[in-house]
């Protein structure tokens, strides 16, 4: 088997030679429904994994033997990004190669998808259910989706690295630390890859999208913060803000970048990181840094430390060091 550490080697599902156990692995949690070894005769090794965030998930897999595996209808979209290796995918009477370091159009859900993996290879797949993808997007234009439909064509080079290293990035981060991640911190992870892809990829609203949003009111932002500073512990529940605000989250966010010069977001994490400083400042109810930085959402410390060091002009540590000699 390889020996290598794997991105997401925290969520195993399978590390087997044995054809049967690798295929069962596959149709139950992969939701296969065909797996064929191309040479009996050859070395079979087959690592994988899959975290699931909620209606996104990620899967890791790697093959050692060249291996057939298809894939019939699905609830949801799907796109592989190659690390290591060739293969190729099918979807009716087309044939594509996944060529070492690229990535694949979206591959719908709603039609048989087979592909062929050369020894070697190595990909992380994303997947997204068509609910979250439709639930987010009704959310962000202020309007029902209905049958949302992607094209299938890439778009552009630069948007797609930047969804590649969110995807590998996000992977890297849970497999550290996803045993510690609070809700809040799971729950905005799936928020931002879905609508990082929403954004990404060009579908039947993307129209809409680009579209100048309606204006909303300086009162639906002061509301938004309101309702933010007392949530602030809770995931950024985009339908709950819209629902207060009483306008289209487009329309929310452009009206508050006008107002305080920063989105939602942007405003929720001044807030977290002033409750963690106040955590920090009372050192006998905290263990750790991370363990404040997981508690207040966010889910990677160094990314907290710099914020935090940004804000206050001091790291994290330097004040629960602080906090701490002035108790002892």
């Known amino acids: 088997m390889p020996g290598r550490s794997t991105p997401l080697s925290n969520y195993p599902v399978v590390r087997s030679s044995d054809p049967a156990l ?24 087959v690592t994988a994994d899959h975290l699931q965030i909620g209606g996104v998930g990620l899967s890791y897999v790697e093959y050692i033997g060249d291996v057939s595996v298809g894939f019939g209808e699905v609830s949801f979209v799907r796109q592989c990004f190659s690390i290591e290796g060739a293969a190729r995918y099918h979807v009716g009477k087309r044939s594509t190669e996944i060529a070492q ?6 591959l719908h859900g709603r039609q048989p998808l087979r592909f062929d993996f050369q020894s070697g290879y190595r990909q992380i797949a994303l997947r997204i259910e068509y609910d979250t993808l439709s639930r987010n997007l009704s959310t962000l234009l202020g309007q029902d989706v209905r049958n949302l439909s992607f094209d299938e064509a890439l778009t552009n080079q630069s948007a797609m690295e930047a969804l590649r290293r969110r995807v590998f990035h996000l992977a890297t981060d849970y497999n550290e630390r996803g045993a510690f991640f609070s809700d809040l911190a799971a729950a905005e992870a ?37 309702f933010i500073e007392a949530n602030w512990d809770k995931p950024i529940d985009i339908d709950a803000m ?8 487009r329309s929310l966010f452009r009206q508050f ?29 905290v263990g750790s840094v991370i363990q404040v930085a997981l508690k207040c959402g966010f889910q990677n410390p160094g990314h907290f430390a710099r914020d935090y060091r940004n804000s206050f002009g001091e790291l994290p540590s330097v004040t629960l060091q602080r906090a701490r000699k002035w108790l002892s």
């Open 242 to 249: 819209v629902a207060v605000a009483q306008v289209s989250a």
């Open 257 to 285: 970048r006008r107002d305080r010069g920063c989105s939602p977001a942007d405003f929720a994490k001044r807030v977290r990181l002033n409750h963690a400083r106040e955590m920090l400042e009372r050192s006998n109810e």
């Open 101 to 106: 370091g690229t990535w694949t159009p979206i």
């Open 22 to 45: 690798v295929r069962d692995c596959l149709f139950r949690v992969y939701g296969a429904n065909s797996f064929d070894v191309k040479r009996t005769d050859g070395e079979l090794a």
């Open 190 to 226: 799936e928020r931002m890859i879905v609508m990082k892809f929403l954004i990404c990829h060009r579908h039947n609203y993307t129209h809409l999208l680009l579209r100048e949003p309606p204006p909303a009111s300086s009162t639906a932002v002061k509301t938004v913060e309101e």
